[in-house]
Every structure is written in structure tokens, then in C-alpha cells.
């Protein structure tokens, strides 16, 4: 739903709501044989799992125009809350002991908040963009599994995951005949805390991101260079140290050690168009 509050201001508000429901068999069949090739174990595994989920999306805009769309002030807000539950029944023949009837449970819950403020003013030779954005996320996860042996075995594993990112960020383009400079910078703050009984860790820390950029046009010609450093954060799965296991070989364990993964990326592009046809190529380093 989109209010016009007036000829400059804008009130926009949007919902998504969906569900989804799974329903699949996984059968494994795992013979284990020595060096001699004599069979040692055999392992026979008959499972139905059961996953439903729900997701809910929520959005408040507000734009402020001082000069149609080369200047204006934008104020954006996003909540989305999801939840997660899959259930397994696995029937277990081994040769080696009785059949085992196992059962899986698993409850994850998540919601993620993200504020921003964009500011944007152009003009013919140059733009201006200024912002904030702030994002928390929050993960529960509850997960119990049985055994029926003798007597059954009973597994439970919980964890609570908080993160939020506070960034902030500047990019200026300026136009001088036949060239176009841009440059711009973000930095960002991270905070993260995760907490079960087996566990418990957090991490802080402050990165800055440099972009830069120029461009040349001449006679139908178009050459370009740029520059950005860029992060790749790992999964809370991959931070977690709990052991998780889908089936008799296979298991998960995460390292809470992990650090984000950096990188510098170069960029060399060119292009030309002619009447019937164009030529475009790039070259790039990641390092």
C-alpha cells in the first residue's frame, strides 16, 4: 500500500506471508567391508522426514523528495520472522545389533530487523550518497533425538545466536569531460554472541571497505578500472561447535574460530559498440 502524503512524501507498506510443507524418503543401504574385502557391517536405513515451515515479511518505506529523483532522503524498515520444524523417523537394521527405531526433532526460529537511511543528491557533474543501515538477527535452534535402545537414548542440543552489523557509508562521483571518478568507503561493526550449554562465544570487530573507480569515453570507446575490498562472513552453522548427525556416517561440526574471509577484487572493462554490434570484455584479479 503505497500513501501519498504529499506532491514530496511517500509512506509505502508491504507484507508477504507464506507457508510450506515437505514430505520425502531417504533410504540408505551401507555395507563396510575389511581390507580383504569381507563384509564387516551392513547397514540398512529406511527414513520418512516431515518439514514445515512458515515466514512472515514486514516493510515501512518513507521517501522524501526535495527535487523529483535527484534528490531525496529515503527511510526504509524490515522485520522477518521464520520458523522451522522437520521431523525424522529412521529405521535402522544393522547386522552387527537389533533393529533401532531413531527419531529426529528439530525447532529453528529466526528473526532479522534491518533499518536504513539513504541520503542521495545529483547534479550534471557529480552525485552524493550518504547512509546508515543497521541490521540484528537473531537464530533459536532446538534439536532432540532418540534412540531406541536398551535403555533409549536421548540427545538434546540448544543454542541462541545474536548478531547485528552497524554500517555506514559515503560514495562521490564526479564527471571532468571524458572521464568519470567515483569513489566511496563503508565500515562496518559486527557483534555476535552465541550461547548453549556445550558452548559459548562472542566476536567484535570493525572493517573498512574502500571502493574506487574511473572511467574514459571517447569516440564510441569505453574503458574502465575499479577497486573493492570485500567480506564474506561464515554461517552460523559453520560457527557453531555442536555435533550434528543426518544418518549413522555422516556428522557436522562447526568451528567458532572461523574468521570472515577478505577480498581485494580488481576490475579492467572495455566496450565498444559498433552499428550491428558490440564488443565487450572484462579482466579481473581476486586476491
Known amino acids: 500500500m503505497d500513501i501519498f502524503m504529499d506532491s514530496t512524501n511517500t509512506l509505502s507498506l508491504s507484507t508477504r506471508l507464506s507457508k510450506n510443507k515437505f514430505l520425502f524418503y531417504n533410504v540408505i543401504n551401507s555395507v563396510e567391508t575389511n581390507v580383504n574385502d569381507i563384509d564387516v557391517t551392513t547397514i540398512f536405513s529406511d527414513a520418512k522426514n516431515n518439514d514445515i515451515g512458515t515466514n512472515a515479511d514486514f516493510n515501512i518505506n518513507h521517501r522524501k523528495e526535495f527535487d523529483e529523483t535527484s534528490h531525496y532522503l529515503e527511510i526504509d524498515a524490515n522485520h522477518s520472522n521464520s520458523s522451522y520444524d522437520f521431523t525424522s523417523n529412521r529405521a535402522t537394521l544393522s547386522s552387527e545389533t537389533n533393529d533401532m527405531l531413531e527419531k529426529d526433532f528439530f525447532f529453528n526460529k529466526s528473526g532479522v530487523t534491518t533499518f536504513s537511511l539513504d541520503y542521495y543528491k545529483s547534479n ?62 563503508r565500515m562496518e561493526h559486527i557483534k555476535l554472541d552465541f550461547k548453549s550449554p556445550q558452548d559459548a562465544f562472542n566476536k567484535n570487530y570493525t572493517d573498512l571497505f574502500p571502493f574506487a573507480s574511473i572511467a574514459y569515453k571517447k569516440n564510441g570507446h569505453s574503458f574502465s578500472l575499479n577497486y573493492s575490498r570485500r567480506i564474506s562472513r561464515p554461517r552460523v552453522w559453520a560457527l557453531s561447535s555442536i555435533t550434528t548427525q543426518s544418518d549413522n556416517y555422516s556428522q557436522y561440526k562447526g568451528n567458532p574460530n572461523i574468521n570472515p574471509e577478505y577480498a581485494h577484487k580488481m576490475e579492467f572493462n572495455y566496450y565498444k559498440r559498433f552499428s550491428k554490434f558490440s564488443i565487450s570484455s572484462s579482466i579481473f584479479h581476486l586476491s
Do not use: C, H, Q
Open 124 to 185: 550534471e557533474n557529480s552525485i552524493l550518497e550518504l547512509g546508515t543501515r543497521f541490521e540484528f538477527k537473531r537464530l533459536t535452534d532446538k534439536t532432540t533425538s532418540i534412540v531406541n535402545t536398551i535403555p533409549p537414548t536421548e540427545t538434546n542440543v540448544d543454542y541462541i545466536y545474536n548478531d547485528g552489523i552497524y554500517a555506514g557509508y559515503a560514495v562521490y562521483e564526479r564527471s571532468l569531460e571524458n572521464f568519470i571518478l567515483k569513489g566511496g568507503l
